[in-house]
Structures are given as structure tokens and as C-alpha cells.
């Protein structure tokens, strides 16, 4: 029994819009299966390949804007790929996000709805990730974290340190998920989550139980009934399935 990392989900007042600019910032196709709810996919993806970590947004009404937990690192293969990338970014309607700070290589932005991510310089360990580097989930205790998310998760933890961790697919493909300490976290709801799925064949109610075990915990978020569950893992970080 495994997860799946799929996605990475964010609120958007506008999903159309949001998912667009996702669209021509990773080259990826943009899809609206029903009202309201956008997805962002690689061509060719399907929910069981190692490799295909998409984004889908889903409309809300008034989503807040705070510093999230999770955000997205995108790749580049030279200096001139990131200045470029920026650059183009930029002309889609992203917005400087570092508050004037040039002290750091990578490039911090901000998509049409005040979403942060970033650009970073080239990286030999993320030379073959596609065009999303890495899904960064800040927490306070990496060496905690890394092994809830190795179990649950089953991926390979590639370095693990009291600043970060490094987990990727067993496979050696897709993104990497990194875990990065950062003090004084807030325990409120965020706009920015991941969303995981059984592997095939497995049940998600005996999934959920094993998640809990490992530190997870149910999520009351006074909403209707749906078909996945919204969990919280031990850093209460949120993710469904």
C-alpha cells in the first residue's frame, strides 16, 4: 500500500484564468471537466504515472491570500533558460515576489492571484524533472516529516538533514518533493495543498486508517460529503485523496 502524489491544488477566485497562466507557464494542456475546477496536465498523463505531477484549481469564493505552505520550483537548464523564463512569466502576468531581495539565485514570483513560486537557477539534480523541479511544503521538523511522507508515500528519500529533505519517486522520474524547515508556521487553512490517490487497486478507506496510524489526521472543513477525504499529515499541512 502507497500514495501517489498527482497534484498540486490551488484556490483561485478566478480557475479559468489561473489555470491558463499554469497552462502557459509549464506547456501543458488546460482541461475544465465541470464548472468551476481547471486542470493542468502534461500530455499523455494518467493518475498512475510516477512521472506526472499536474495542478488543478478549483474556483472558491474568496480564497485568502497567505503565505502558503506548499509552492512549486520550476527548473531551468542555463542562466539565459532562467532569465528567459522569467522574463516570459512575467509578460503572462506573474509579479516579482521576493520584496526587492537579490541575494539568492532563484527568481521568486507570483502568478495572477498572488499564488508565490519560483524560478530557479540551473541544478544538476533537477536536470531531468520536467518543468516542475520540485513541490516545496515547508514544516518544522524535516527528519518527522520525511518519514511520514516515505511511508505513506513510499518514494526514496534522497537527503534528509534538520534544514530539509529530498524525497522522489522510487521510479527516479518526476519532481522531487522537498521538505524545507521554516519557523513559526501557522496553523490555518491554505490555499495551496496536494492531492494524493491510492495505488491501483488499493482501498481508500484502509488507506486512510494506515495514513492515521502514521500521524495523519481527518479534516473538519464544514463541507458537504464528496468522494476523497481531507487529511492533514502530522505537520498539519493539507492534502486529500
Not at 509552492?71 to 532562467?82: D, F, V, Y
Not at 464544514?222 to 502530522?234: A, S
Amino acid at each position: 500500500m502507497a500514495l501517489q502524489l498527482v497534484q498540486v491544488n490551488f484556490k483561485a477566485r478566478d480557475d479559468s484564468a489561473v489555470g491558463r497562466f499554469w497552462g502557459e507557464a509549464l506547456g501543458w494542456g488546460v482541461s475544465s471537466a465541470e464548472p468551476g475546477a481547471t486542470s493542468v496536465k502534461p500530455a499523455g498523463f494518467t493518475w498512475s504515472d510516477p512521472a506526472g505531477i499536474c495542478v488543478d484549481v478549483i474556483a472558491v469564493p474568496d480564497p485568502e491570500t497567505v503565505k502558503d505552505r506548499v509552492h512549486i520550483e520550476l527548473a531551468t537548464n542555463s542562466s539565459a533558460h532562467q532569465a528567459e523564463l522569467v522574463a516570459r512569466l512575467k509578460e503572462l502576468g506573474a509579479t516579482p515576489a521576493d520584496a526587492g531581495r537579490d541575494d539568492h539565485p532563484w527568481t521568486a514570483l507570483a502568478d495572477p492571484e498572488g499564488n508565490v513560486f519560483c524560478v530557479l537557477e540551473p541544478r544538476e539534480v533537477y536536470r531531468d524533472t520536467g518543468p516542475i523541479a520540485a513541490v516545496v511544503v515547508d514544516c518544522a521538523d524535516p527528519r518527522a516529516m520525511a518519514r511520514f511522507w516515505e511511508e505513506a508515500m513510499d518514494w526514496t528519500l534522497h537527503e534528509v538533514t534538520a534544514d530539509r529533505a529530498l524525497l522522489r519517486s522510487a521510479k527516479g522520474v518526476g519532481p522531487y518533493l522537498e521538505l524545507l524547515r521554516t519557523p513559526h508556521l501557522k496553523d490555518v487553512w491554505h490555499r495551496v495543498h496536494l492531492d494524493v490517490v491510492p495505488s491501483l487497486g488499493d482501498d481508500q478507506a484502509a488507506e486512510v486508517a494506515r495514513l492515521e496510524t502514521l500521524g495523519a489526521r481527518l479534516a473538519d472543513v464544514g463541507r458537504g460529503d464528496f468522494p476523497w477525504k481531507i487529511l492533514t499529515d502530522p505537520n498539519t499541512a493539507n492534502y486529500q485523496f
